[in-house]
């Protein structure tokens, strides 16, 4: 029994030993890493529990050339959770997505949701991307460590659709899609910082003393050389103009030719940059310079200067075009847009004429004439400082047809951007040098120090500065009233262009549908602003010079109004312009009636007796007067018959007075007075007469009075 038992005695005592063994062991191991190891994994602890939050960088704004913040940034929140935490506390996770549900648009069930779906092993869900301030403030006052709020940055365009072709847009990780946007996306974003937290068991991510962080660098802002009044004036005045002729689409280019720089980029339809998902895409291109069109007559001005430097036609010179408007060239029908006869060079640019055009362009050597086309920026981008700019397609001679160079002279079978084209009338109205079109004037770091400045780039010579002085008064002809641009004619404001009707190329041939333009620019001597407009199938007309002629004409006042050199002109050549006119006949005519007349020409006037009509006038009907000038009437309490205007051939015929700037009425009620039937067009107030003034005119007969209304009725 003794040696059994010792023999448990001491197989127990080996038991107890090595039971005692394994915690010594543990003990000895502990001891071992403290010692030997513990700097070594405790460093090795703090890194996996070492984790980075993002600092966003702040995008750069984006001004007009006046300083006027386009566009800026306005702070929103990200509400980011650890979904470990969230799912081991239940209890915070649903308070969190409470605050949610009350100041977002996230609801309670759908918050829950990202947080139990997250997958495993993920320590970050994103629960909303865009909570503002008040929702931020909730989340606060939670105080949470296992909550992360972000502050973010989103894009804001301050004024809605204004430029926003040309500004552009971003996505939601604020990367620039388009426009200015995504041209200069590197110097607007910055670069975003770190900031250094470290995590605890738990999970939750704690700041600390001493963390190190790299601030951000902010983005560079841009001054834009757009004027925010004149863009904003050349949308509305598009905008009105594609209403009244209806018209698919527009765009308007306004540039300052001694620079190159844009001041207005219009395209109508447009979107709102704030939601630009909201619009259709087609409506997010620039058609200003993404869109390829045949320019029609605008692209007389290839021909008139290659002609006219090459010697190969005389001003002079007399064209003889069919009576029937039309004449057949290498089997092919070519067209006038009316039979206009027997025309001078200057007449052929004046009226347009399509025929004539084509018969000097055949005078030139097929690599001259595309040489030319070249030298005004065609068929080769302008390299504007936007994305997405097209060429164009100008294709060399050995491509060319025998019916390419004639019809190619009046802005067929090329192909331009609404850009080429202003552009090439820019190098015209400056003296012949082409200057590259640019949207950038500087751009500035946050502390508002100069980074770059893009200084006006000459680009090449179009022709001889004494060429373009010698067509300079051809084109001004065409903004004339016997032009046909005379819809775009402002009194006082010398202006020189040309209009362009441009039959549509659709799917490899040509439909009954068209594009009507304009292009000018004033004042003409010294020019300030070239103007483009054009219209996409225009259903009052297919005419530039009647549709997209008034809105230019409208924005060309309207800019005259805010620019004080331009206006200085403005006022001093209307003056001039109007500071001569016949003096109507007021006798017969009711006070009140006689009173608008003299008013609507600038006169005073004094009154001798008492009475409601007018018996006698001093100076006397059919003068040749200067304004502003005193007119005397002599007034009766009885009306008298009115009797035939002083100076007319003989007591049966009248001296037609100027009716201009008239209203329609009055100038009917002073007609028939005068013994004359009138026949009216429009209404509003007298654009256009006919008889002109100082004319003679049989009573009986009848004159033909135009209102400035009339432009969706041509």
Request: hydrophobic share 35%; proline share 5%; charged share 20%.
């Amino acid at each position: 029994m003794r040696p059994y038992r010792n023999a448990i005695m001491n197989r127990l005592f080996v038991v107890v030993g090595l039971l005692l063994l394994i915690p010594a062991g543990i003990v000895l191991q502990l001891l071992r890493i403290q010692l030997f190891h513990g700097d070594e994994l405790r460093k090795l602890w703090n890194e996996q529990t070492i984790d980075y939050l993002t600092i966003p960088a702040r995008r750069g704004n984006i001004y007009d050339s006046e300083g006027r913040t386009l566009v800026t940034n306005s702070v929103a929140y990200k509400v980011a959770v650890d979904p470990v935490v969230m799912k081991r506390y239940k209890e915070r996770a649903d308070r969190i997505c409470q605050q949610l549900n009350r100041h977002t648009a996230t609801s309670h069930s759908r918050c829950m949701q990202k947080i139990n779906n997250a997958p495993r092993g993920s320590r970050y869900v994103v629960l909303a991307r865009e909570a503002d301030m008040q929702a931020h403030d909730a989340l606060q006052e939670l105080d949470m460590q296992s909550l992360i709020l972000e502050e973010q940055y989103q894009r804001q365009y301050n004024f809605g659709s204004l430029a926003a072709h040309a500004l552009g847009f971003v996505n939601h990780k604020l990367q620039g899609m388009t426009g200015l946007e995504a041209q200069y996306n590197k110097q607007l974003k910055g670069k975003d910082g770190l900031r250094q937290v470290q995590r605890d068991r738990q999970g939750d991510m704690h700041s600390f003393v001493g963390a190190p962080s790299k601030q951000p660098q902010q983005g560079h802002s841009l001054y834009t050389t757009i004027n925010a009044n004149i863009q904003a004036i050349a949308e509305e005045e598009l905008r009105n103009g594609i209403k009244r002729t209806g018209a698919q689409n527009g765009t308007v280019i306004i540039m300052k030719p001694s620079t190159g720089a844009i001041k207005a980029m219009v395209n109508i339809p447009t979107f709102n940059p704030n939601r630009p998902a909201h619009s259709k895409k087609e409506n997010r291109r620039n058609f200003a310079i993404a869109n390829m069109i045949e320019p029609g007559s605008t692209f007389k001005l290839v021909t008139a200067i290659a002609a006219l430097e090459q010697d190969k036609v005389e001003f002079d010179e007399i064209f003889e075009t069919p009576e029937d408007g039309r004449v057949k060239i290498h089997g092919q029908w070519m067209r006038d847009h009316d039979p206009l006869g027997t025309l001078t060079f200057q007449e052929v640019i004046e009226q347009s004429s399509n025929i004539a055009t084509s018969r000097i362009a055949m005078r030139l050597e097929p690599q001259t004439f595309y040489q030319y086309a070249r030298n005004l920026g065609f068929g080769t981008a302008s390299n504007i400082d936007l994305p997405n700019e097209k060429s164009g397609v100008l294709r060399k001679p050995y491509k060319w047809s025998d019916v390419t160079l004639p019809w190619m002279s009046i802005g067929y079978e090329v192909q331009v951007t609404p850009l080429q084209l202003t552009q090439a009338y820019a190098a015209f109205a400056n003296d012949g040098e082409m200057m590259r079109p640019h949207m950038i004037d500087k751009i500035v770091d946050e502390n508002g120090e100069i980074i770059s400045r893009k200084n006006p780039l000459p680009v090449r010579r179009i022709a001889d500065k004494q060429t373009v002085e010698k067509l300079l008064p051809v084109f001004k002809r065409v903004v004339s009233d016997s032009g046909t641009a005379g819809w775009a004619r402002i009194k006082g404001l010398p202006i020189a262009g040309k209009t362009g009707t441009a039959q549509k190329y659709v799917d490899g041939q040509y439909r009954m549908a068209y594009r009507a333009s304009f292009v000018g620019f004033f004042p003409a001597e010294q020019p300030e602003y070239v103007c483009l407009v054009l219209l996409d199938e225009p259903e009052t007309s297919i005419y530039g010079g009647y549709t997209a002629g008034p809105i230019f004409k409208q924005i060309a006042q309207r800019i005259a109004g805010l620019d004080d050199e331009v206006q200085q002109q403005y006022l001093k050549n209307r003056s001039d312009d109007t500071q001569w006119t016949y003096m109507p006949n007021l006798r017969g005519l009711p006070l009140e009636q006689a009173q608008n007349l003299l008013e609507a020409r600038g006169f005073t006037y004094t009154t001798r007796q008492k009475g409601e009509w007018v018996t006698a006038q001093k100076p006397d009907p059919g003068s040749r007067v200067k304004s502003p000038r005193m007119i005397h009437l002599t007034l009766n309490t009885l009306p008298v018959a009115a009797d035939s205007i002083t100076g007319s051939a003989d007591s049966s015929h009248v001296r037609i007075p100027d009716l201009s700037n008239m209203s329609m009425r009055n100038a009917a009620s002073l007609m028939h007075h005068q013994g004359l039937n009138t026949r009216l067009i429009g209404s509003g107030s007298v654009h256009k007469q006919y008889p002109k003034p100082g004319a003679f005119m049989k009573k009986g007969r009848t004159i033909t009075i135009r209102g400035k209304q009339t432009l969706a009725l041509n």
